[in-house]
């Protein structure tokens, strides 16, 4: 039982997703608690320097996933974790080699292998919910804390190729081969991250965001039938009440701008949006709709302090006034397009979000 | 001098990227010469197992341009040869690992090196010129020969980051930090690439292509001024008619779907899409003013035959009847929407080709 919750103080992050006034644009960092900072790296070798040892260790989870807003004035916390702890839960063996990405020791290949798999005991998540609970309290209400996961297909690449992958070839050969088993791939996929958001939901998390990370690599017409439709089963089956309290979805497809007015249909209130995309075009589109996060890349943080201040100020007026003429609000969170780079200098964060917070303040 | 020229037989593909009436869809493959093919690899042993050695050898160069020629009826040819002959050129050591990308012995990363840049005497591309004069006889007119370059941005990327990347991240980094040295380097890849293209069309080549593979890495309004902008630059400076016929030009951005208006707005003849954008909707933006250049996962070939016919009588479809209910008529040209992957099975590009040929003509 998460128990009695500290107040909220800073609310923005959960107006702009709900489309509500907010004094400033919210900022936050996909893989914002991460590599590039020292203090992490420090934590990380607390954790025997394994990744897996830092997500499944509730107290450092804890620490790393609040070492980020001790240094900067971010607007919300999202939890520390992998997109992959379901396949995991189900029993594929996920590993982290040295320097590499995520590796499964039982990928998903075979007519046998895709009848075995099924929504895993929530118990074997424990770990993360616990982590939700004890982020949550250590916030004191400082800021949200926004919980995620991958999305069905997202995880259904991984678990079939067993890793990452540079063409997609073994799990598209089952797509195009074997629709009928990539199908029910994908259909114990949504469930299982619908029973893990609703769970990470009641463990505390007062957001969740869904990662299609790997939606963008998929042809027009598959995209829908394989990636999107999924996604919104899951948004469809999520808890957006909870303790009395909205709980705002966010949706995010790498790669998804050719479909930006499918994506804001399928009943998100966010839809996250990569540097390719016209943050103004895509706001006249659909911003009357769902709010937009995004999308700065997040190579402009290699740039000089002051380079890194023009293009986050850029993003801002790309969106323009969140206040419509109408006297209405839309909604935009400020974010990269991809997460950080481990190889960031942590202070052109600092200046990013300075002139962020200055910059969104004249917007009003 | 090249002398004189077989008569040409089956122009269907140049036809359509000029949107003139054709008998069927033509087809061409990119990569269609490569490593998927048995023989290719055969001539590769003779060649050292280096690919370059096969590229800067006009026998070998002309023998594996033929190949997919012989195995399919395709409707194109294209020069075999890599999109960085042009830095290799200017000194900067390309070299071909074994089973690795391509690798550049001295990256342009400081002002220095950005200074020291300069259009390459065109002397040291005589082999590539060779080979297209060598193909286009060897041809005999069975079907036009193509001739390409990297975009002045995709040279860019190679010369900057030394070889392939994940993230970009020293190009970009000069390109918001220093973007006045991007643009030097970009002035000179467009200088250069222009003079190569029209050497390749003085030495045969009858439609150039210019392979813009990574513009799509940009953010919306940074491709526009460090992609875009040259690629326009280069196709203004290009023979758009030798010998009497008129030569079409080819722009293909990877990942360009965002940016469909603009591209096809720069004067090319064909805008390549690749697999994220709907074809049917493309045309309906840009089909009157442009051919259209695509666009089949590249991934589907791996699904079996009559899946392959399937997915690729889908494309013909979406782009749909060629000619509009006024009589003028549209261009296709079919095309994968990125090189075919070399673990492709060659009989199911036999079957691809067949299903196309049969269907396109049931659209006329």
């Known amino acids: 039982m998460p128990g009695m919750w500290p107040t909220l103080i800073n609310d923005t992050f959960l107006r702009a997703c709900l489309r509500q006034p ?3 644009t919210p900022i936050w960092l996909m893989r914002q608690a991460g590599r590039y900072l020292p203090e992490y790296r420090a934590t990380r070798v607390k954790a025997g320097n394994s990744f897996m040892g830092l997500a499944t260790n509730v ?25 992959l702890t379901v396949p995991d839960a189900m029993g594929l063996g996920l590993s982290f080699g040295a320097g590499e990405g995520p590796k499964f020791a039982h990928p998903v290949r075979d007519e046998a292998a895709v009848a075995a798999l099924a929504v ?15 982020i949550r309290h250590a916030l004191k209400g400082r800021v949200p804390l926004i919980g995620f996961s991958g999305s069905p297909w997202t995880l259904a690449c991984y678990m079939v190729e067993g890793g990452g992958s540079d063409d997609y070839r073994l799990v598209k050969s089952m797509l195009y081969g074997r629709p009928d ?15 893990y958001l609703n769970a990470q939901i009641e463990a505390g998390a007062q957001a969740v965001m869904v990662f299609d990370s790997w939606g963008g690599v998929l042809a027009d017409g598959v995209f829908q039938r394989f990636s999107l439709e999924y996604t919104r089963r899951v948004v469809a089956g999520l808890k957006r009440s909870h303790e009395g309290q909205t709980v705002p979805v966010i949706v995010f497809t790498k790669g998804g701008g050719p479909w930006l007015d499918e994506i804001a249909a399928i009943g998100a209130d966010v839809v996250g949006l990569d540097w390719t995309v016209n943050l103004g075009a895509a706001r006249a589109r659909v911003g009357s709709r769902v709010a937009l996060q995004g999308n700065l890349d997040p190579m402009v943080l290699f740039a000089p302090p ?11 007026d790309s969106f323009g006034r969140p206040q419509r003429p109408d006297g209405t609000w839309d909604g935009h969170i400020f974010n990269l397009g991809h997460g950080i780079s481990q190889h960031t200098p942590p202070e052109h964060v600092t200046a990013l979000v300075e002139a962020l917070h200055r910059h969104s303040r004249t917007l009003r």
């Open 22 to 24: 907010t004094t400033h």
């Open 181 to 195: 088993l990539m199908h029910r791939i994908l259909d114990v996929n949504a469930q299982a991250v619908t029973a």
């Open 306 to 316: 002051g380079a890194v201040a023009r293009e986050g100020i850029a993003v801002l």
């Open 59 to 83: 107290q450092y989870a804890t620490e790393v996933t609040l070492q980020p807003l001790d240094r900067y004035a971010l607007d919300a916390a999202i939890l520390f974790s992998d997109i």
């Open 120 to 134: 895993p005991d929530l118990d074997r998540l424990r770990y993360v919910f616990d982590a939700v609970t004890s």
